[in-house]
């Protein structure tokens, strides 16, 4: 896993989120060179600024934590941070939509996912796996799947649990290749890291990033 640096979303999604740990995530991800960070809509013109030309790409959320946003807030959220430079945006679906067993879920991921292609960007679809049974988990994929998204993501940190190697299994199993995964939440040291990637995952969000780098230059370099 020789480039394991680019597998590490660094996150900060905190609601006591200051300047001085944004300026500290953004300095970490460049001297590592992680594929990329996650941040809160309003920090994203800031980060936008220091990131300049570096090969790490901006991402926000989208409707987060719980998705209960209408969609045409969500699709004004979504031009509103693309317009402030955001390459990614992790989408929180609409959970009460889906537990109703309603459609909209698919018809507001694929205005989005709309949205986002045309002007070149990538789409993450957060389902909440911890709210979800692995039927369901199936289900949610395949939605997400039909719907546009370029990955679908298990959580978004705020639920009862984050991520699990069965999860990531259950999505993998699920998925078509060219949907990637997106594991996150509760990821906090680099056995765990590893074993998500080789259950499937292709993106590591995690608000310890830079532990992990180290924990790996420790046991691999």
């Not at 292709?202 to 990033?209: E, L």
Request: net charge negative.
């Amino acid at each position: 896993m020789k480039n394991f640096h680019r597998y590490l979303e660094s996150t900060l999604l905190k609601p006591t989120l200051n300047g001085e740990e944004v300026d500290s995530l953004i300095r970490e991800a460049i001297e590592e060179q992680f594929v990329g960070i996650c941040l809160p809509p309003f920090w994203l013109k800031k980060a936008k600024r220091e990131l300049k030309e570096e090969d790490i790409q901006l991402v926000t959320v989208i409707g987060f934590p719980l998705g209960y946003t209408d969609t045409a807030t969500k699709v004004f959220e979504t031009k509103e941070a693309i317009k402030q430079g955001a390459d990614e945006l992790d989408l929180v679906w609409s959970q009460t939509a889906f537990h109703s067993g309603m459609n909209w879920p698919k018809i507001e991921i694929a205005q989005i996912s709309k949205i986002c292609h045309e002007e070149e960007r990538i789409l993450k679809v957060i389902i909440e796996t911890a709210n979800l049974s692995e039927s369901q988990i199936k289900e949610a994929c395949m939605i997400c799947q039909d719907a546009g998204a370029d990955y679908v993501k298990t959580s978004t940190g705020f639920a009862s649990r984050g991520a699990t190697v069965e999860d990531i299994l259950t999505m993998r199993a699920s998925l078509a290749s060219h949907v990637g995964i997106k594991a996150s939440g509760g990821i906090k040291t680099l056995d765990f890291a590893i074993e998500l990637i080789q259950a499937g995952a292709d993106r590591i969000g995690t608000s310890s990033a830079k532990q992990l780098m180290d924990a790996w230059r420790e046991r691999f370099s």
